[in-house]
């Protein structure tokens, strides 16, 4: 927490607004700051839900500056910060965006995300609510607010803002950190903020459907997050291909050129936005295995909402067989954690527990009795799930979410089976020697991409040349240390560049990369084989690596040299759009270029697949 907001005295606090009493007053402004503000206007971008097209708030954007001497709102803050008035600049942009968006009254649910520069979070005579509260008092209840701290500005290093954060919270206002992996703070601003929104900034989503990196930090970030209980805001969405992978990825929200640009009319505002309702109805992909199973097991309990008095909960849990936790909800069906039963013995089995509960003289929320839990969204991968049990607050379950809103609560029970059916599918199709997996696992993961019209695809098929010949000269237990080096190259160059990775059989392998720039796909596979190239030479004795090869008989029994231990494949790419591809087509084409992979120079050959079944030609130097 900053010095200067540790200083600050209890009884200063205004007991309406738990604000600083000062800063519940306006704070006066020089006159040519006073004119210059009211010369700005607000504008307003939606944020939205990525599976259902609903609009879930706004956030407030400002406008006008080219009729100011500033460029951009940064240069107009740090002016404000040197003349020691940005907290009251703040107040007044605040107050300024609040009463435009008090005008938006024909759905009541929408909220209003407003930025707050970093450097007055925490800081005495911050603005806090008092844009927020007419006169200073209680916070409007026709407004839900989540202020987005931009983590572009750097924080003192002994600046902490968690209780500055809990003060927001107790007066029902969230938190969304803004502009996230591209600041001074990044996770220390977010273990310290405890955020409800995280939103991962442009620089992440853009192009994220044709870079393997991208899609590797944002699916961490979700994952991270989600195991949080923090919602995922993706930033600038402006292409069909970044909206669907942000979606897959498990992002909650998007906001973006693709859906709205930012306006200044409020009630041309769409409770939803059809843009995205047909993105959806256009993907014709199949649901994931993950989200069917997870809509099958989970337990569709009811929810409270957080407003609800606290003798509903006590109805709640009233009975033989009521649930023993409560999810509770705000106004916009958004997970705000659990209430647990256990929790409220204290009160229920105390002498007077019972009347203290239902006393509204000592407050009649349930955000004091609510505790955090894991989220996840009903498309989550099972590991991410499992990884999210594995959270200290899971002990229960988790919280299944959908489009952002509470769909279900995920048991540990029910979790459990799920495991065990993963393990037991997992063995049955599993190579027993390398742990990758098998045929039928492939054949799905082939199915899927071909499903995946809208992005390229390369999927490799990759074997040993030589192999039966080093088999015999050097053993079985040799051949099988070589099977296994390779896989264990495959896992780690699939785990690093978000690609998939299966044991045929024997020396026979695939792998699959999807979303990813040709060049930069053909590239990590044919580095792929050149490492092999090389682990492989570990296999051999002095000699044979001088040499270069090693003797051996050949298929009819004939002693001859074999060159050293390497591997080749046939990659096919496949291009984006509309086509009518089997993997009988896959598994074809692959078998007729296999002679011509093995005597490339580089070890691989690369067909080109569209909406046609003919396959293009082998590309000059592609084998």
Known sequence: MDEAMASV?????????????????????????????????????????????RCHGMEALLRGLERSPFASPNDLLDAACMQGLLAEVECALHAKAVAAFRALD????????LNIDARVVGVAGSPWLAPFAPDGGAPDPRLTISLEISERRELRPDHSIEQAIDRYRQAGIGVALDDFGVGFAGLRLLYESKPDYLKIDRYFIDGIDQDTRKRAIAHALVGYAHALGILIIAEGVETEKEFHTCRDLGCDFAQGYLIARPSLDLRAVPERYGIVEELNRQDRRKPNEARLRLSEVIERQPPLAVNSPKTELLEYFRGD????????????????????????????????GSELLRNKGLGDTLLDLVVKSPVCDISTPLDQVIEAFSAEEASDGIIIIEGGEYAGFLSSGALIRLVHERNLAMAADQNPLTRLPGNAAIVRHIERALQEQDRKHVLA????????????????????????????????????????AGHIGGDDFFVALSGAEEEDALARMADLVAQFRSDAESLYDPEAREAGCFEGKDRYGAVRRFPLLSASGVAVVIAPGPHRLTPDAINTAIAGHKAIAKESPDKLCIVHLSYSLDPLPCGAGEG
């Not at 700005?40 to 939606?46: C, E, N």
């Not at 024909?106 to 995300?113: Q, R, V």
């Not at 039966?468 to 495959?490: C, H, T, V, W, Y």
Request: net charge positive; proline share 7%; no cysteine.
């Open 9 to 53: 005295p209890a009884e200063e606090w205004d007991d309406r607004s738990g604000t600083p009493a000062g800063n519940a007053r306006k704070a006066a402004l020089p006159a040519e700051w006073t004119r210059l503000l009211a010369g700005l206007s607000v504008a307003f971008q939606p944020i939205v839900q990525m599976r259902t097209g």
């Open 106 to 113: 024909h759905w009541p649910n929408a909220k209003l995300f």
């Open 321 to 352: 067989n009521s649930p023993s936790i409560a999810p509770i909800v705000d106004r916009q069906q958004r997970p705000l954690g659990l209430i647990r039963e256990r929790d409220l013995k204290r009160f229920v089995y105390s002498r007077f």
């Open 461 to 500: 098929y990759l074997d040993f040349d030589n192999f039966k010949p080093f088999n015999d000269r050097f053993g079985f237990r040799q051949g099988d240390r070589a099977i296994l080096m390779f896989s264990e190259r495959l896992k780690a160059w699939a785990s690093g560049n978000g690609g998939f």
